[in-house]
């Protein structure tokens, strides 16, 4: 029998994998966390300072529909730093060997590594909700798609960490995967705008992004208004989260670029 | 019995280079097996073939039975692999790294044993320690450690003792006579041939991905012949008498240009007289002459030579 997923039961070895890597994130959480919770705060002091007085999306103050697109943002990209990171400076310093040599499936090495990433994803979102709630006036008028949309738009960019980390064999080629794919897709996915105000053309673009229907749809939890519905949100995602989960577990099966 | 590590005609090629061309070695559970060849031999191809880092492109491998690809959970349960290379995980002190390790092979509350390792291996003063900031033996103790913390019943030492002191050496070696005589089988690669001629029962040599030989570690000492005479000379005689003569180093050569060693094996002492006879009507002064038995280096040598000769024969 050859089947993609071995065993869905979770052993001591996933569970031990997975709190290893929230350990090792928290153990420099300085940098995983603190950090990328100022760089939110710094966006939204300058955004809403130049902008706030000028402009209202949806019908929401600035200020206010700034947070959660930061928030998602920071959710986004640390949860893909997260797997990112941690698998390519195993490949590089040749930790990763420990890894490998116990008895752990591909599946529970994909569920430890993206279950963590989603774990820091959620950390840090909170940090930066929590120090930019008061530039703003959020409303929660749907918590349960807020929660959805976190997790969700979590496990997608843990999941596309997993690729670029199992992808990459140096931190350069990590770089520009993060500066020429995940960074243009965060900045150019509605955080810092409605893409109603965008002209047709660059509308039609942007409903290409997987990440602005993220962002979207986590918006909508607060403010119960979006560009797009959130369910068609939700079957976006829902979507690129299988596609990305099966390209990586084949290569995992396969142990491309892990196992020789 | 189920060997303890069985591998069947195991091939494996990296691109153009055939790393493993058909390798295939019985181990028996409790031996204390050592796998020896020169760089590039695939002794490391090998192992890590085993411990299901490599994927081989055709054969079998098993640990006590378990297909390392098929049954790889039970395999690698079974397995305990030190790796070669000095590797650490910077984020965890000592024993967080042997509590992870010891996570990831399904084991909760392993203090007990991971406390006897550490005695054994000297590190309980370290326990508390960063992984940063141990020095390279003490890495490489950590490194035994972490592939001990499952108990495995075969363990693989892939070049455990390369640029490490003296007293780690016996520290490591009495730990892992230990665990021998407990029953546990060890596979040991090693480039220090003493270390394997005191240490292994027996003994596979690999060379260009192939066994070159496979025995005991008495029979292969006494392959080549059961003694060996060494003679040094200012003549080159010796090599009209079928002699060999010894590789120095540079500076031996440049400090005694004037003479140098030769040797030639034989199965009995009457052998002696009769070869020195031959020396001396060649009109040669012996200035020093030594009689031993071979160790493992001169078996070495004399099978990877055989195994070039064979080569250049064939081309």
Redesign the interface.
């Known amino acids: 029998m050859n089947y993609l997923f071995t065993k869905i039961k979770p ?3 996933f ?3 997975f ?2 890597e929230v ?2 994130f928290w ?2 959480a300085a940098q995983t966390v603190a950090a990328p919770v100022l760089t939110a705060l710094l966006y939204l002091l300058i955004f809403s300072h130049v902008l706030a007085s000028h402009v209202e999306v949806h019908g929401v103050p600035y200020a206010s529909f700034l947070v959660p697109g930061l928030v998602m943002m920071s959710v986004l990209q640390n949860a893909f730093a997260n797997t990112s990171s941690s698998l390519i400076q ?1 490949k590089v ?3 990763l ?9 591909h599946n529970e090495f994909f569920a430890a590594y993206v279950l963590a990433s989603v774990v820091r994803g959620l950390v840090v979102g909170a940090g930066v909700l929590a120090v930019t709630t008061w530039f703003g006036s959020l409303s929660y008028a749907a918590p349960l798609w807020i929660l959805v949309f976190a997790i969700m738009g979590g496990a997608i960019m843990g999941t596309l960490g997993l690729i670029a980390g199992i992808w990459a064999e140096k931190y350069d080629q990590l770089a520009a995967f993060q500066n020429f794919l995940i960074l243009p897709l965060t900045f150019l996915s509605g955080v810092f705008y409605s893409i109603a105000s965008l002209p047709p053309f660059w509308q039609h673009v942007s409903r290409w992004n997987p990440v602005f229907y993220m962002i979207d749809g986590f918006r909508h939890g607060f403010f119960g208004v979006s560009d797009i519905s959130p369910w068609v949100s939700l079957l976006v995602g829902l979507l690129c989260l299988v596609i990305l989960l099966l390209i990586t577990l084949s290569a995992l099966k396969r ?1 491309y670029k892990l ?2 | 019995m189920i060997s303890a590590v069985s591998i069947v005609d195991v091939v494996k090629n ?1 691109g153009s280079l055939q790393a493993l061309a058909g390798v295939s070695i019985e181990i028996e559970q409790g031996e204390f097996f050592g796998l020896l060849g020169p760089n590039g031999a695939g002794k490391t191809t090998l192992i ?1 073939s085993l ?5 081989p492109d055709s054969g079998v491998l098993k640990v006590l039975g378990h297909d390392v690809i098929r049954d ?3 395999a ?2 079974l ?1 305990g ?1 030190v ?1 070669q ?1 000095l ?6 002190n000592v024993r ?1 790294t042997l509590r ?9 509350n392993n203090d007990a044993w991971i406390d006897e390792i550490l005695e054994n291996l000297d590190l309980t003063s370290k326990a508390d320690a960063n992984m940063r900031t141990l020095s390279g033996g003490m890495k490489r103790r950590v490194l035994v450690a ?1 592939a001990l913390v ?1 108990r495995p019943p075969v363990i693989v030492l892939d070049e455990p003792t390369a640029g490490v002191d003296v007293e780690l050496r016996q520290t490591l070696w009495r730990f892992v006579r230990r665990l021998n005589e407990d029953g546990h089988t060890i596979v040991l690669t090693t480039h220090y041939l003493e270390e394997a001629e005191s240490l292994c029962g027996r003994i596979a040599m690999l060379k260009a991905g192939q066994v070159v030989a496979l025995d005991t570690t008495r029979n292969l000492l006494s392959r080549f012949s059961s003694h060996i005479l060494r003679l040094r000379t200012t003549s080159d005689k010796p090599a009209q008498l079928g002699m060999t003569q010894e590789q120095v180093a540079q500076e031996s050569a440049t400090q005694e240009c004037s003479s140098s060693w030769w040797t030639c094996g034989f199965a009995h002492f009457d052998e002696i007289e009769p070869m020195l006879a031959r020396i001396r009507n060649a009109g040669c002064v012996i200035d020093e002459l030594e009689i031993g038995k071979p160790d493992l280096e001169d078996v070495f040598v004399r099978v990877m030579q055989e195994q070039h000769h064979e080569q250049v024969r064939a081309a």
């Open positions: 052993s001591r070895g569970i031990t994998l709190y290893k350990l090792r153990k420099v195993s310093t040749g930790n060997v420990f890894v490998l040599l116990p008895p752990i499936s142990g196992r020789a | 990296f890590s411990a299901g880092l490599i994927r790889f959970r039970e690698r349960r397995l692999v790796p290379e590797v650490f995980d910077p984020f965890f967080e992870i390790q010891s996570g990831y092979f399904g084991i909760r972490q499952h």
